[in-house]
RNA sequence: GUGGCCAUGGUGAAGCGGUUAACACAUACGACUGUGACUCGUACAUGCGAGGGUUCAAAUCCCUCUGGCCACCCCA
């Protein structure tokens, strides 16, 4: 094997890039009906904004970036997920100086420093939208539907919302130090991760999949009756929208997230098909990130949705577009017939496919057969010289005359049903 | 970072110590001299992830490495 790529680097591959661009062509057209609008930002930014965002004790900043110093003695970093590097940006342009409610999504590839697995990957793609400075439940309920509304769009129903508030920095403090205590009396029945995790992010116990763990924190006190007047107020009419709209949905109170800047709201799209990958997309309310970075007290929600997973879902559709009309021809002359035509056509928007090699009239007919064209035509001398030639429907083999000119052909391939 | 399983051509694979690495699909060309799909024929791994070792003999046994998959961890 000479050379290949770096491991969790993959190579996306004609195969299988018409369903990519089905997944963003939908979430382009399903975003931006809702007034969301896209932003580019850069691959690499400075270390510091990631510990700063994501928060320094998380895994992510922990262990799994991929951080180097580059020729200035710069500490940088490739991203390992999207809203940091867009805060950044909303803050660095004073976006907010306009208009502080901005909706913005994103795509493209993130970075993070894991052992590859199904729907997981070290380069790994992701879809987000984000909407500033809206404290109000109806932008976390537009988020919400909007994600939904993606899921249909791209005709999956399996992945299921789930949602929960995680609270706000007045209450949160408290429900961690009422969970602490309780965790403290069930010690003997963690295992040696949540053991970790008790000192580390009691939170997470309570997602271990370990049984006895599941059952020690079965009584454990949840978040949600630990909200303070306003988180719960919040989330009650985050829930009331939802059921306004009829998008089905259900309370997740151990739903937790590994990124430190979530406040209140926070959701994931769940799924029984990709194993332990169950997340598709994630996101959830973080109304602390854009003072925290520097900028003015702005609040902020989104998510993001895993490309490869969302498209690991929908591997059972059939993406290829095929040509229109495959042109076979004979003899030296009639290729420049040929190739004029073809040319014509294409300027009129026809998709034609012709013999590029000067091979056997049978080689050219398994390649339109191949190629899965709708029509093909053979050009000859009598069709070169009379203006006219057969076209053949592959699918049935049935033959119609007509006129080499773009005008008879488009009226050939419309009064066809494709 | 931890653990389990696996590595034969473009693909799916047979082979389980002994001359030319089975079969199927895919691909290329042809039988069909102006027409695909069906049928038939021909071609297509000096090579069995890489490197060592055992043996008269290794894809087949042993070791190391590398890679893949899956699970844990974590996460989209």
């Given at each position: 094997m000479a050379l290949t790529a770096v491991k969790g680097f993959n190579d996306i591959l004609p195969v299988e890039s018409g369903r990519w661009h089905f997944i963003e062509q939908t979430a382009?057209?399903?975003?931006?009906?809702?007034?969301?609008?896209?932003?580019?930002?850069p691959v690499l930014e400075k270390t510091e904004l990631f510990s700063r965002s994501?928060?320094?004790a998380t895994d992510i900043v922990e262990k799994e970036m991929y951080t180097f110093t580059d020729?200035?003695?710069?500490?940088?970093?490739?991203?390992?997920?999207?809203?940091?590097?867009?805060?950044?940006?909303?803050?660095?342009?004073?976006?907010y100086a306009q208009d502080p409610i901005a909706k913005l999504y994103y795509m493209g590839?993130?970075?993070?420093?894991?052992?590859?697995?199904?729907?997981?990957?070290?380069?790994?793609?992701?879809?987000?939208?984000?909407?500033?400075?809206?404290?109000?439940?109806?932008?976390?309920?537009?988020?919400?539907?909007?994600?939904?509304?993606?899921?249909?769009?791209?005709?999956?129903?399996?992945?299921?919302?789930?949602?929960?508030?995680?609270?706000?920095?007045?209450?949160?403090?408290?429900?961690?130090?009422?969970?602490?205590?309780?965790?403290?009396?069930?010690m003997g029945q963690l295992c040696d991760d949540c053991r970790r995790r008790f000192a580390a992010n009691p939170l997470r116990t309570l997602d271990c999949k370990v049984p006895g763990c599941a059952e020690a924190t079965a009584g454990a006190p949840s978040v949600l009756d630990h909200l303070c007047g306003g988180c719960n107020d919040h989330f009650a009419t985050v829930r009331r929208y939802l059921d306004l709209s009829a998008t089905p949905y259900s309370i997740n109170s151990r739903m937790v997230r590994g990124l430190d800047y979530y406040t209140r709201t926070t959701f994931e799209m769940v799924t029984m098909l990709l194993g332990s990958q169950s997340a598709v997309a994630a996101g959830g309310r973080y109304d602390g990130l854009i003072a925290q970075l520097g900028g003015p007290a702005i609040p902020g929600i989104g998510?993001?949705?895993?490309?490869?997973?969302?498209?690991?879902?929908?591997?059972?559709?059939?993406?290829?577009?095929?040509?229109d009309l495959f042109i076979a021809t004979m003899?030296?002359?009639?290729?420049?017939?040929?190739?004029?035509?073809?040319?014509a056509l294409l300027k009129s928007g026809i998709r034609?496919?012709?013999?590029?090699?000067g091979k056997s009239l049978k080689s050219q007919m398994r390649r339109a057969d191949k190629l899965k064209a709708y029509y093909s035509v053979v050009i000859g001398g009598n069709e070169a010289s009379s203006g006219k030639a057969a076209f053949k429907r592959m699918a049935d083999g049935f033959q119609t005359e007509a006129l080499l000119t773009v005008a008879a052909i488009q009226v050939l391939l419309n009064t066809t049903e494709q």
């Open positions: 382009r057209k399903v975003f931006e009906l809702n007034g969301f609008e896209e932003i580019r930002v994501i928060g320094d020729k200035g003695e710069n500490s940088i970093t490739l991203r390992p997920e999207g809203t940091a590097g867009v805060m950044r940006a909303f803050i660095e342009h004073k976006l590839p993130m970075f993070r420093y894991e052992r590859p697995q199904k729907g997981r990957y070290r380069q790994f793609h992701q879809i987000g939208a984000e909407i500033t400075g809206v404290t109000d439940p109806l932008a976390d309920a537009q988020v919400l539907n909007m994600l939904t509304a993606f899921f249909r769009e791209i005709g999956l129903t399996e992945p299921t919302l789930q949602i929960n508030s995680l609270g706000c920095p007045e209450c949160r403090p408290e429900y961690r130090v009422s969970l602490r205590s309780f965790l403290e009396e069930k998510f993001a949705m895993g490309l490869e997973r969302v498209a690991l879902l929908l591997t059972n559709q059939d993406f290829a577009s095929r040509p003899g030296e002359g009639e290729r420049d017939v040929a190739f004029s035509l073809m040319d034609v496919e012709m013999d590029y090699e």
